[in-house]
């Protein structure tokens, strides 16, 4: 399903983003004149907070097989060509169609109260609005028990996830609590999450066939709360359900809820949702390329997955990485005009799913790959980079440590490096460069709490992006990037030996996997 998307954006959120911090170079310090435009551009004409706003406030987030995903997609393509810059959508592979639809959750007995929920991904749509008893898992030890108990669950509503009693972070507890205290309620949390595993695993399900069963048995729908242990932040993920809605609420509600089935209060709540499944649909990546002009068959990368996952906008996952490498190829196609590589974007579909957009690229364009001097990957979020790994190639050190003499000292000082380091097997897309034997670079943020605030939660939106450290990535990205353009040498690719596990094994580098290309089994 194409869609055009035309947004009618007041002139001051597209007119240049200045901010008062800019990215200060000691005046003793000579810098490359190319880099020094470099800084002078994010300083002075930096489009990030437009680039943020048309991509996530306008298109918002970009689950695979979506019509927001491929709106996603030529909107960057679209994007770079307004720059001069060559880009098309290289297809990869299908997914299940699915887009999302309004959402009601309200609890309609004992009292009227509208819920804070989200439905899941995939889900399925209620034909008509779900209105039934609220009931929780039974307290039981075995799999004849629970088993015994599944019919009971016909035409209800199943809160399927661990209660939580403390709806307060960790640290929060820490701050305020008495040393005691805290030491008791964190081995009570501790306490009831191994009750609840072993609980799950006694009655013979897990997270995927339980809800299976659960739909088997008749339920009305699945509630879950997948909370991150931060307040107002849960996570989204897609549904296990093939025909009757499967929803999150947030913890409050979610508690509320518990305990009142818990206490025979018999609440109910009514669930509509206007998802709609749509057709198989076509997954790309959108792929931007500056030809080279001494070298046009060798290639440096720079990479950032475009889709996410929908409880939010995909902001810190990966919108920030969108934005640094969109703005890194308006720097460079704007001060570099003469580059001696190629320069390629890929921006990647289906990372969430297991990097099926990097992987396919990987698998589809050979040529590209065995001239591929160096991938640069950023992907965790909206802080200033400061770590960078030599990913297990052997003399990784020479080049990498040479690019980064080029940056100004106030972006390099914070970063730090790991030679050779070890090969990473997953978790971002230059993974699947540093299987193929490229070397692949994560440009490594700090986390800003990236891990329990805004990854895959209903909390990673616009507001949560520091621009001025998105500045500093920039900076760094365009640099690295001409550096490794320019350096007469091509790469070395040899990869170090791989140590000896704790089994007394020795470890190997990470395979070179196939990408899911379509839905079928997912």
Partial sequence: MKINRFFIIPAV??????????IIVDSKEKLNPIVQNFVNEVNTNSQLEGLAYELLDGIGPRLVGTPEMLAANEWSANKLRSWGIEANLQQFGTWKGWQRGITHVDMTYPRIKSLSATQLAWSPATKKAVEAEVVILPKVSSKAEFDKWLPSVKGKIVLMAQYQKIGRSNEQIKEFATPELYEKLKKEKEQATKEFNDYVKNIGYDNTTLPEALEKAGAGAIAISNWTGIMGANRIFGAKTKSIP?????????GMLYRMSENGAKPKI??????????ETKSFNTIGMIKGKEKPNEYVILSAHLDSWDGAQGATDNGTGVITMLETMRILKKYYPNNKRTIVVGLWGSEEQGLNGSRGFVADNPEIIKGTQAVFNQDNGTGRVINISGQGFVNSYD??????NAIPKTVKDHIKTDFPGMPSGGGSDHSSFVAAGVPGFSLSSLNWG???YTWHTTKDTYDKIVFDEVKNNVVLTATLAYMASEDPEFT?????????????EVAKWPEVKEPKRDSKGF
Wanted: aromatic share 10%; no cysteine; glycine share 6%.
């Fill in 399 to 404: 080049y990498i440590g040479k690019w980064l």
């Fill in 13 to 22: 959120v597209l007119a240049t983003q200045l901010s008062s911090a800019q």
């Fill in 246 to 254: 499967m929803i999150d609420i947030d913890v409050e509600d979610y």
């Fill in 450 to 452: 990236y891990f329990g």
């Fill in 492 to 504: 070395d690719r040899t990869k170090r030996s791989m140590p000896v596990n704790e089994k007394g």
């Fill in 270 to 279: 009514k669930i509509e949702t206007q998802s709609k499944i749509l057709p």
